[in-house]
């Protein structure tokens, strides 16, 4: 009869173990993998003895409850299995002396047993031959909440008798490497799945007190057997986690749970590590670690296979489908992969410069501790990763450089201890923010949450070897385990102790890498899941051979021990509010955003900046072509003043030079200090200096082209005069081989020639003057009208006050010049009386002397002549007829006096003009025409010259004010 052993609560010391949530319901575990798993090895040593007969089935009744010791070993003869339950102090010793193992350390199980068996036995009442730790059983967090399981009869019909062994498939191949589809599977959660009954919560209970330590057992199926006979030794009852062992000096094993071989990966996984690893995504650090004997299926659990992935496949699966379960929180993920080689420990995700054989130089890997990280090796490279696929890959990659040999057992057997970390990153997420950080504060609420899940693949103890080689790693890996054995046995016994030993000396766990990795573990600071693998044979095959026996006994027990030893107190890690610090530096979520906080910043920033130079620079495009249009109107500005400086310098220059002829002739005209006959007498000296003077002005006045053009008409006017002038002077010490007309002025030595010449040279002055006038008057307009379209086009650009300061200085000048020229037509006016009273004077003086008709026709014929001379036709109304007479046929006192009364005349009209005040006198006695000459002129009675002046002045004259009023 099995009873119920009572379940005693034990102090919660840390992690919560209330109900935990419901696990997703579920339910298929689709796998895609369909590649048929390798067989075994032919070599792989397989027992070759009997097949346990059918008539050690197991009974289809339920199984027996009772817990009474039974004989030991003994069978009913029906075939049913009598129970035979020891305390685990009467567990035989391991086997000593074999010669194979006697190099070799003894094994870590074995010697464990040998340790722990009396304080066992101390505390393991001899009445009570079940295992000690099943009195405790109590909720944990991997455990469950404390629904029991269902002990159906059918269930135990398979699961309380004999091994029932069937041959599945001999491989070993990692899931990663092969297509195991990482799509969200989902699992039957075992809570759940067994939380109808109430009849029978033993097994699936918290096995003890101890916290949170799960301890299971997996039997491998023994493949050579040829049937499911065993006789009668082993009992295997997955219903109730139960090994039964009933041969010598066995006993009942129980745990949290036991599989049977039937019993796939997913099932393992589900019960050993689904909760533990859903834990650790909630913030605990989770341990789940595979001890057996080598080739009895711990590498098969924890990597699986295409068709039946294992516990490291399926936590995968799980950490991803929680992440994606859980929006409201973000992860970072990251992994790294070491083994535990002859003591040395080696970077499996780092092997491109060590090499498989460790030929490389690797950094030497250290075990440093922290307190925050704890203990953890350094450098490891760690990867971040993204997906399951991902994740799968790396841990391939690590799978591929691990170290395997062939054994004993098994073809392909893991000569190190394999460590496969993940750690876990999480942090609450912003509502509303995706992207994950606070954009008015940058901080998250909360802080990040760092754990870890190591999934440890131990290498297997091996009681002997047959080369060197396997005999070296053998002693590493016993001398490991039976370190760790020792750790665990020792934490039993110093669980009041502050973690020290009865001796008060502290735990060995630096006695072994090992242990030394797996001291937080052990020590209680994270969830444990601790499965233990084991083959048990049909009676007389290899699997049940002796030591076979032996090792899985122990197992057994060290499986025992620890669910006794280990006293779990996790606690979820805290959250890390900064990156500071050693172990804030690890925080590389905080890094990250962070990091990606400053990078927003950068681009925001970028962004400004690029904004900004995009509206500087239209702005200074916008400058430049401002600046650009300006100096093109600045130039063009120039230009027209340039233009109009020019043509302003050449009137002034002509101006000048008009007002000089002038004052010369006026000289000429009024010396009143008895020179006059001088005048005549250099009558043609006085007109080849006006002509030279013409002529240097002309060559002066060579700034535009219109000027050029009139200097060329003027100079051809003014070389019919220097013609004469220069045949005067060429003939002033000979006679008359000269030029006829020069003669003819030759012949006229008296001042009536030189006035008949001096009037004509004046008229032609004047006439060349009246186009000069002309010329300017035209240019002044154009200049003018280019001004005035400026002026609108400045009004319109920026500068337009200066452009009108320019205009109103150009108007001005304007209106100088208008000035100027009004002063040159009245002295031009001035000189056409001059002209006018030289001729009456000439009229008068025939008149006195009455001059004989011949005469007079000579006078007019040489007048006539004079014209022809003048290379134009007289001006319309000037110089009817000048009195010209023959110089020949007049005495030179006639002729003197003729120019005293000429001279006379001309005084009383400039002393008249004088008084009249349009003429002021100058120092030297010169007369100048006064500035307001144009008013006198008006006041004054026309005379026919004045109105022939006036006829010959281009209307155009007063033009320019209309243009200046305009502007
Ligand atoms: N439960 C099982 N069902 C079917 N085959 C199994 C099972 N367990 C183990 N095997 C097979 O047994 C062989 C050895 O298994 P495995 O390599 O996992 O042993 P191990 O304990 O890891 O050995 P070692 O310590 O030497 O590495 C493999 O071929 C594997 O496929």
Known sequence: ?????????????????????????????????????????????RSGLRAPSATHLPPPTPAPTTALPTPKGAATPNGRTIRKTVSINSFP?????????????????????????????????????????????????????????????????????????????????????????????????PVDMNASSISDKRVSKGIDGKGNVLVSVRVRPDSGSNNNQVEGEWMVDGRRSLVSYRGKEGGDYFYDNVFATHDDNSRVYDHCAKRLVRRVMEGYHGTVFAYGMTGTGKTFSMQGTASSPGVIPLAITDIFSYIRETPSREFL????????????????????????????????????????????????????????TQLLRVIARGDQARRTASTQFNARSSRSHAVVQIVV???????????????????????????TLSLIDLAGSEKAAETKD?????????????????????????????????????????????????????SGNSLVSILCTIQIGAAGSAASANSHTTETINTLKFASRAKNSIVSHAKRAEEALGAGGEGGARVLLERYRMEILELRGQLDQQAKNETTNAEDEDRAKDEEEERLREKEAEARHEEQMLEMQLARTALKERIDHL???????KSIGVNTNGTFSSLGMHARFSQASL??????????????????????????????????????????????????????????????????????????DLADKNRYIATLEKRLLQARRASSSRTSVGFSSPNKGIMVGEDHSVSVLMKEKDAEIAELRAKLDDKDRMLSALRSAARSRDAAEGMDSSRRETREMRSSLLYDHAASPPPQGAL?????????????????????EMSMILDEMISQQVESGHMVRGQRGSVRVVSDSRKAQAQAPAQPADLEVLRESPPVLHEPKQVALEA
Do not use: C, W
Not at 880 to 900: A, E, F, H, L, N
């Open 1 to 45: 009869m099995a009873t119920t052993l009572p379940r005693h609560g034990r102090p919660s010391n840390g992690p919560p173990n209330s109900a935990l949530p419901a696990l997703p319901v579920s339910k298929t575990r689709k796998s895609a993998g369909g590649i048929a798993a390798p067989s075994k090895p032919p070599n792989t040593p």
């Open 93 to 189: 010793q391991p086997p000593k002396g074999d010669s194979r193992t006697t190099s070799l350390p003894p094994s870590p199980l074995s010697s464990g047993l040998s340790t722990t068996t009396p304080a066992r036995k101390s505390r393991t009442p001899s009445a009570t031959p079940r295992m000690g730790h099943l009195s405790n059983m109590t909720p944990s967090l991997l455990n469950g909440s404390g629904e029991g399981k269902t002990l159906s009869g059918a269930s135990v019909r398979n699961s309380d008798g004999l091994m029932s062994i069937s041959s599945p498939p001999q491989s070993r191949s990692s899931s990663a490497q092969d297509s195991y589809s990482t799509s969200a599977t989902t699992y039957d959660d």
């Open 333 to 388: 993920l990251r992994v790294s992969y070491l083994e535990i080689y002859n003591e040395k420990i080696h970077d499996l995700l780092n092997m491109s410069t060590s090499g498989v054989g460790g030929t490389g130089t690797q950094d030497e890997i250290k075990l440093r501790e922290d307190s925050k990280r704890g203990v953890y090796a350094t450098p490891l490279k760690e990867e971040i990763v993204q997906s399951p």
């Open 425 to 451: 990153e999480s942090r609450e997420r912003i509502p509303g923010n995706t992207g994950g950080d606070s954009k008015r504060s940058g901080l998250p609420p909360g802080g990040v949450r760092v754990s």
């Open 470 to 522: 396997r005999r070296i790693e053998g002693s590493h890996i016993n001398k490991s385990l039976l370190t760790l054995g020792t750790v665990i046995s020792k934490l039993s016994d110093a669980k009041d102790k502050d973690g020290k030993d009865k001796d008060g000396k502290h735990l060995p766990y630096r006695d072994s890498k090992l242990t030394r990795l797996l001291q937080g573990a052990l």
């Open 659 to 665: 007002n000089k002829l002038i004052l010369s002739s």
């Open 691 to 764: 002509q030279a003077s013409v002529r240097s002005s002309m060559a002066m006045s060579t700034g535009s082209r219109p000027l050029l053009e009139r200097t060329a008409s003027m100079a051809s006017s003014s070389s019919t005069i220097g013609r004469r002038s220069s045949g005067q002077r060429h003939s002033s010490g000979g006679e008359a081989e000269e030029d006829d007309s020069l003669g003819e002025f030759g012949e006229f030595g008296d001042g009536t020639a030189s006035l008949a010449a001096q009037n004509q040279a004046l008229q032609a």
């Open 880 to 900: 009817p007829d000048p009195p010209v007479t023959r110089r020949k046929s007049i005495s030179p006192m006639r002729g003197r006096k003729s120019v005293d």
